[in-house]
């Protein structure tokens, strides 16, 4: 191949596949046992710890990193999927920057946290690399659950259910296991097929039927689910995605930005996947980010993020902002996309500067043209295909409690769920917990 | 740049750090490079009697606790006096000495308890031209089984004895060098004084097992499966050198006896410390064996810094703390402090509270929003929280001033010094007279 980041157009291999494999590596290597060690003895044991409060999952944080401590990896793996049985994955793309690190004392006391998800990536990773599941299944107790969606919040909700020795069904629409962490999550976060590697560990568990390819809606319906099973949980996720009401989307070029992650994340070898030598991405949250960053690391030339407010309102965190922009990511802030421009496929992207007032953005009537041969839309995800008759809540199924639908017997959690942010950890503690109610429920019948 | 020149029993040297009798001093390669990279002066690792020397294991020898980051705070050996001929050792001795005449040169002894033994090397190490002799009656592993080292440190009288030989048969003065592993350190000093010592110096090793192996049950380090309690030192051993440092300094029968302070020091703050408890000059071992011998730069610096920063001479700091080592009975106890947290400093970790609530005087409360505050009226100002937060200066002692109430008693703070022997609860306080 001979396309390098300044050949034209959309093209694939615009770098060596040396440079590919290294720009695609873990984007935090792995503690060695030793960095481990020291890692772990800068944590101070508090006292009802901040940390613990600002995990979504509650891991016994300060107890997991003594066990690393002392030399006992495999108990700390113990405490973290006591709480959190995604705790390889959290450990890998939790924003920990405004999760539990935000809260660590030591980043009030120097600014520079106790590193807790690479320890818990430490403790999860020796367990997983034995290849030993530390749980065991109570006995049957003849009750069946059906989950949609194996990604997170399902994944979650299965495991404790089957824990409680309940017998779970997992349909997922697509052809393999993990939701968006298979599909969603950027490469350099989940590397080695980690996703995948997690899920049969997972399912060591035992108890857990997965039917892949089987919608809700299209392959079973909700009524039958109800029917045949003693409870049923939804972890669907948002799988639309919002339109960008700018002229000429339907230009070659123009394409979501979740959907070339997905490309990208199922791609076997990445020297064939296309990308453009002026990459604009729309918007300005996490899925903004992973895929400006990951098309700059497959050789894009230009990549523009850009987003209609300004940077403090930007909802990726400061931390995800300074990876862009170490990677050679171009940030413009207050400018919206009015046309895309171009004869059959993108050039250009023509835009206009904005005026934020409260919580109103209007243009201010100056525009400017970008190149751009590939426009990625990342401006948020929707609810796609729930069932008729559920109660909505700013367009997420509304849940109270532990995931209650506004249907008896049905429960919901994950991004398709209302509260709480969508984040995989989010998802994973509201499976779980949906998981104890509905234990509890079927449990007295 | 303080005048860090030490005068030691007559021994001068241009500072007071010494290297003590151990691997940093067994040949004169090491030594060389010690006295090229500052050291003020070494004491030769222990010489034995002629005839074929000891010898050491051949496995392990040395056994280790760290702290964060491995840092070693302790260090335990099973090495036993030197393994090289004494005749090696004397002449590199006596060449050493010929080349560096500024520093200080003390050959280290062990041998058998008898007479003879000592009338026999003791004109050999005279011949040398060293400083001095140390005379090892501190080494707490296989050289004690066979009757020398710290059997013989553990018997007054033999320490007694030996050291009247050693001033009989040997012009120059004589350091005796103390085993910590004894009940009253007072006893084996009085005994080197009474036997005519120019100088104690304490502490060697002691008595210790690091670690065991959990696996194959052997304390290590293992030979072969087996262990042997060595000896230990490095900064972990500090605080015990220092009380035993301290106990000669202040003792009616060994008061003003010269003292080479030895144990744990690592830094110069420790040098001045041990000094400031009445140790002439210092002796360093683990320090040199963890960093290598450039640490003395530091010790330099720090201490002449130090001095300067102070107006003081290094005699004007010997001894300087030792008036105020007390017993307990003397302590003022109407000196009433409160612990009080700076809230601007604290990083609500929240370490306070778990140790005053659990295992203190629950005077320390907490908030929802992780707030945390010294109760005073329920402060006994033990220091607990104070030793267990985090964060440096954040919370501190602060005295009550007289006058003002102690909301823990109830009692207001009495301005006069008061301590034990005249307490009202005290059976056998002295009643002050009518
Ligand atoms: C690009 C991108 C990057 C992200 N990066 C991060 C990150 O770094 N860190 C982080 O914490 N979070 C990140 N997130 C968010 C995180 O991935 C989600 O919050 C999380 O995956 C939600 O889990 P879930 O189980 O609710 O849904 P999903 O992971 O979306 O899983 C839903 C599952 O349901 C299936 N499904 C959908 N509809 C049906 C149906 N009708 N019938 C049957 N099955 C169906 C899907 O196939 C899928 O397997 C990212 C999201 C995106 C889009
Ligand atoms: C490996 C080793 C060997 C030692 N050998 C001797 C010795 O031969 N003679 C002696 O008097 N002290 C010996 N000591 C004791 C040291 O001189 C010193 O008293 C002790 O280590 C405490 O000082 P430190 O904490 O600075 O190490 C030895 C210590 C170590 C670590
Ligand atoms: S799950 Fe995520 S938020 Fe919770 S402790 Fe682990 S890394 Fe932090
Ligand atoms: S807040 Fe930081 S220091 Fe405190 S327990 Fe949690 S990780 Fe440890
Ligand atoms: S130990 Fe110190 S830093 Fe921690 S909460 Fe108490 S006062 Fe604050």
New interface residues.
Partial sequence: MTNSPFTPGIAPARLPEEALARNFTDLHAPLDG?EA??AA??C???????CITACPTDIDIPLFIRQIATGTPEAAAETIFDQNILGGMCARVCPTETLCEEAC??E??EGKPVEIGRLQRFATDTVMAKGVHPFERAPATGKTVAVVGAGPAGLACAHRLAMHGHSVTIFDARPKPGGLNEYGIASYKSVDNFAQAEVDWLLKIGGIEIKYGTALNGDVTMAALQADFDAVFLGMGLGGVNALRAEGETRDGVTDAVEFIADLRQADDLSTLPVGRNVVVIGGGMTAIDAAVQSKLLGAENVTVLYRRGRDAMPASAYEQDLAASKGVRFIFNAMPLEVLGNGAATALRCEYTKVEGRSVQGTGETFDIPADQVLKAIGQTLDGAPDGLKLDGGKIAVTGAGRTSLSGVWAGGDCASGGEDLTVTAVAEGRDAAEDIHMQISKA | MADLTSDFIGIKSPNPFWLASAPPTDKEYNVRRAFEAGWGGVVWKTLGAEGLPVVNVNGPRYGAIYG???RLLGLNNIELITDRDLYTNLEEIKRVKADYPDRAMIVSIMVPCEEEAWKAILPLVEDTGADGIELNFGCPHGMSERGMGAAVGQVPEYIEMVTRWCKQYYSKPVIVKLTPNITDIRKPAEAAKRGGADAVSLINTINSITSVNLDTMSPEPSIDGKGSHGGYCGPAVKPIAMSMVSEIARNAETHGLPISGIGGITTWRDAAEFMALGAGNVQVCTAAMTYGFKIVSEMISGLSQYLDEKGMSLDDLVGRAVPNVTDWQYLNLNYVTKARISQDDC?????C??ACEDTSHQAIS?SED?VFEVIDAECVACNLCVNVC??EGCITMEELAAGAMDERTGNVVSPDYANWTTHPNNPGAIKAAE
């Fill in positions: 030793h060690l020291v003895d800068r101070y044991f508090c006292h009802d710890a901040p004392v030591r009030a006391a | 964060a980051d491995r990083i609500k970790c929240g370490r509270y778990a907490m992780r985090p964060v």
